[in-house]
């Protein structure tokens, strides 16, 4: 039971580039979420999805897309990489209305 | 809309001292509360959470929260602090009428010193 994974753990991006960062779960939740860290912010929340098939904006969602591919896999897509994207990057699941469970993180730098 | 207040940036305690970390909210209902702690370069490890009924509630790790109402508050409290407390800590509210949705404080960081 691996819980959340996130791939990559650490990316480096030039201005304009794309990327897709990665994230699954084994706990069969059917909520999962995007949130982004920087210092003295807190945890602001990108994208969540409350099922398969579903998402919707959260706090802080230009600049960001996302797909629910299954009930498992949730990704977030940067289509053109900005510098005030450099952010840690977790990804989390929930049973509906339980805690959330959260990844270890991405550490994307954009230059 | 809902919020969370971490109003220290920063905690000192000496080990084997008691330790609070304070939280105030904003939430129109009943809140649900979360704690969740980060260790370095680490994702972030729930510790406790109130849904309803006692207004101390127990934890991971030997923390506690007291919810207060009156106050809309939810300090996490733990009576002999460790070396290896030291982390940053972050309360969450989430409105019990919206969907799952948290909503996260700046975070607090807890230095434990020897």
């Known amino acids: 039971n691996a819980g959340v994974t996130q791939t990559p753990k650490f990316q480096v991006l030039k201005t304009g580039q794309s990327m897709t960062l990665q994230c699954a779960q084994d706990?069969?939740?059917?909520?999962m979420y995007w949130y982004r860290q920087d210092p003295g912010m807190g945890l602001r929340l990108i994208y969540y999805?409350?099922?398969?098939?579903?998402?919707d904006k959260g706090e802080v969602p230009n600049g960001y897309n996302v797909s629910r591919l299954n009930k498992r896999e949730f990704s977030l897509r940067l289509e053109s990489a900005a510098p005030s994207q450099t952010s840690v990057y977790f990804c989390?699941?929930?049973?509906?209305?339980?805690?959330?469970?959260f990844g270890p993180g991405t550490r994307l730098t954009v230059l | 809309a809902q919020s969370v207040a971490q109003p220290e940036d920063q905690v000192n305690v000496a080990e084997g001292n008691p330790l609070t970390v304070k939280c105030t909210y904003s939430?129109?209902?009943?809140?649900?509360l979360f704690w969740y702690v980060q260790y370095p370069n680490r994702g972030l490890q729930f510790l406790l959470k109130?849904?309803?009924?006692?207004?101390l509630v127990k934890g991971s790790y030997g923390f506690e929260a007291e919810f207060n109402k009156s106050q809309t508050s939810f300090h996490l409290k733990k009576p002999s602090a460790l070396v290896s407390d030291s982390a940053l800590y972050f309360c969450?509210?989430?409105?019990?009428?919206?969907?799952?949705?948290?909503?996260f404080g700046k975070g607090t960081m807890l230095l434990v010193s020897p």
């Open positions: 939430v129109s209902g009943n809140p649900y």
């Open positions: 706990m069969n939740h059917n909520s």
């Open positions: 989390a699941s929930s049973e509906d209305r339980g805690q959330q469970f």
């Open positions: 109130y849904i309803t009924g006692d207004n």
């Open positions: 999805s409350a099922s398969e098939g579903t998402t």
């Open positions: 969450a509210v989430r409105d019990p009428q919206g969907y799952s949705t948290l909503t």
